[in-house]
């Protein structure tokens, strides 16, 4: 990489690190540290929905299959666009009624605090792992780009976003994700179209790619060895299933100004982030005609940025990847901190605690959180394999978040039951499966199974009278559910009458 490239980078850094330490002067309060304010407007909070969902590990894991699938990998980011719309529709606006801190204050209001407790721990253990994937995927780049190893590239982009990530929060991270959107949105294409061209557009790569690789394939591709089609179902079933219980995501629901921002923001940063997606696929595709030796198709991605671009060109690609992997890290480590400052801490070990010392807290939970996410990063040797296995952590908690908000049945057993059969399943599958075949396992069967589960015993237990209006209580404030509307007015008005 050439100096001019490795200034534009180190400009880049600069950038951030200003616009970051900037925003953190107006955090007076934990509410500012971990969800800014509550004000986020449109722009800010489609910049931040974009960049977190827009991450290093998920790119760098569908850009390889670009590379060995052709452009009928380009269908996987279909998934993560249908699971942000059924977000926006059913549930942007629940999320943002509850108005809380932390994702884990709606299985209180659901289930009890005891649950609330153990549905913390999982996030923890599941961000720190997602943490650490992105930090892995964002080195393997680096480490081509710029001659380094992934030890050090690691270190480099932890101190940068650790600088502004522990003084600043939320409204840090938010304004450095609209930043470095717009960088993204420029770089990333300008990054294919030299693709295009340096790989002999498609005629290139109709020399390197069955004709089936070269479009969008169904049925017909359910076992092909590179990319099977259950695998893309798979992921679509589980960004749909999964997605809804993101905890980042809930998180900027919680800080956008009002409903309607939130659900206008997710609209269109689900179209947004898909099209970004599609670009690193169709680019490995590309680097498959010159570069079609490579061991790990991981890395073809950062050959064409190092290869295919001018001097200058180089540097801005190389900071788009800087800024996707910093801005989702961020995000994680701002969400993580945020469940053990105002989840373990404050609900925990300290209920009494003052807004300055849940600030003070969620500090120094940034700290430990940093540092523990690079050192497992140094453990993590698969990409793709490590982001599924913190999504196990996550997964297991899909039916009590689905039927919490829309069945209005779901009870404080069934929650109990659909997480240890999910968290069961997955783990099993990971121990047993070889490969990534786990992944459609846990996608397919693992929520099936947690969901029968969660089913069986919503009707197999009645819930006690306290539990019943707490139930009533929830729905209340977040708006009646989808199934049992009618059993809900009908309690409630009862309940009503008898007070």
Request: aromatic share 14%; with cysteine; glycine share 8%.
């Amino acid at each position: 990489m050439s100096t001019i490239d490795s200034l534009i980078l180190v400009l880049y850094m600069v950038i951030v690190i200003t616009i970051g330490l900037r925003k953190a002067g107006k955090v007076e309060n934990s509410d500012d540290y971990l969800v800014a304010g509550r004000s986020l407007g449109f722009l800010v909070l489609t910049g931040t929905l974009i960049m977190t969902e827009f991450n290093t590990t998920t790119m760098i894991s569908y850009s390889a299959f670009g590379y060995t699938a052709g452009l009928y990998a380009t269908m996987l980011p279909i998934g993560l666009m249908i699971g942000m719309w059924v977000y926006a529709f059913l549930f942007s606006k629940r999320w943002k009624r509850i108005n809380a801190t932390s994702i884990a204050d709606f299985f209180e209001l659901r289930y009890g605090k005891r649950f609330r407790h153990v549905a913390a721990l999982l996030f923890v253990i599941s961000l720190i792992l997602i943490s650490a994937t992105y930090l892995k995927a964002a080195a393997k780049v680096f480490s081509v780009a710029l001659g380094l190893t992934e030890f050090w590239t690691a270190v480099i982009l932890y101190l940068v976003v650790f600088i502004f990530t522990i003084w600043g929060g939320l409204v840090s991270v938010a304004w450095t994700d609209l930043a470095s959107g717009m960088v993204a949105a420029v770089g990333i294409p300008v990054l294919l179209v030299f693709a295009y061209f340096n790989g002999g557009g498609f005629s290139g790569l109709s020399e390197v790619f069955d004709p089936k690789y070269l479009s969008w394939q169904t049925t017909s591709m359910m076992s092909d060895p590179f990319l099977p089609f259950s695998l893309i179902l798979g992921i679509i079933l589980g960004n749909v299933l999964n997605g809804q219980g993101y905890p980042w995501t809930a998180q900027r629901m919680f800080a956008a100004k009002d409903e309607q921002t939130a659900f206008r923001a997710m609209l269109c940063a689900a179209a947004f982030v898909s099209v970004l997606y599609m670009m690193p696929i169709a680019t490995s595709a590309f680097a498959r005609v010159k570069f079609g030796g490579l061991e790990d198709p991981e890395l073809a991605f950062a050959y064409a940025l190092v290869e295919w671009l001018p001097t200058g060109l180089a540097g801005l690609l190389l900071a788009v990847t800087f800024a996707i992997a910093q801005t989702t890290v961020s995000s994680i480590w701002n969400t993580t901190a945020s469940m053990l400052s105002h989840d373990i801490y404050r609900g925990i070990l300290k209920p009494e605690a003052s807004s300055q010392d849940v600030l003070q807290i969620s500090r120094w939970s940034t700290f430990f959180i940093a540092a523990f996410s690079f050192l497992v990063s140094l453990w993590v040797t698969q990409v793709l394999s490590g982001l599924y296995l913190a999504v196990i952590f996550r997964l297991c908690l899909n039916f009590a978040i689905w039927a919490g908000f829309l069945w209005y049945r779901a009870n404080r057993v069934s929650a109990w039951v659909s997480t240890v059969i999910g968290l069961t399943l997955g783990l099993y599958f990971k121990a047993t499966i070889p490969g990534n075949g786990w992944i459609t396992y846990m996608n397919l069967a693992g929520n099936g199974l947690l969901i029968l589960g969660g089913i069986a015993a919503c009707l197999s237990f009645r819930p006690s009278e306290d539990e019943e209006c707490e139930r009533i209580k929830f729905y209340n404030k977040v708006g009646p559910p989808l199934w049992g509307k009618t059993q809900y007015l009908r309690r409630r008005d009862s309940l009503s009458a008898g007070a």
